[in-house]
């Protein structure tokens, strides 16, 4: 069972850059699935913020597109998400997640809450 495990600080000043990390575990992530990162912020649904697929590509939500950057370490066979200028609006719990489709998630991290305050 492919396991995925987010990690970050749960802390972030406004307007620094948000950067996580999804380290995951039996399999890798040049596999051919879409690697995504996906956050809910409180009393809100799932917002899809963008994916890498395994053979290479990423796309973004058209909304976040000017501020998420996701990217992937092969050595480590880690997804990262760097998020910049980060406002209260991004508090969020955020999840890493496994697809074989670009919206279709089967297997989820067990999320990380980044709180974006002074």
């Known amino acids: 069972q492919v396991q995925l495990q987010e990690s970050g600080p749960g802390l972030v000043n406004p307007s620094q850059t948000l950067s996580l990390t999804c380290t995951v575990s039996r399999a890798s992530v040049t596999d051919a699935y879409y690697w995504a990162w996906i956050r809910q912020p409180p009393g809100k649904g799932l917002e899809w913020i963008g994916h890498?697929?395994?053979?290479?590509?990423?796309d973004y939500s058209p909304s976040l597109i000017s501020r998420a950057s996701i990217s992937r370490n092969t050595p480590k066979n880690q997804v990262t998400l760097h998020f910049s200028s980060a406002t209260p609006e991004d508090t969020a719990v955020y999840y890493c997640a496994q697809g074989t489709g670009s919206r279709d998630f089967g297997i989820w991290g067990q999320g990380t809450q980044v709180i974006v305050s002074s």
């Open positions: 890498i697929f395994g053979r290479g590509g990423v």
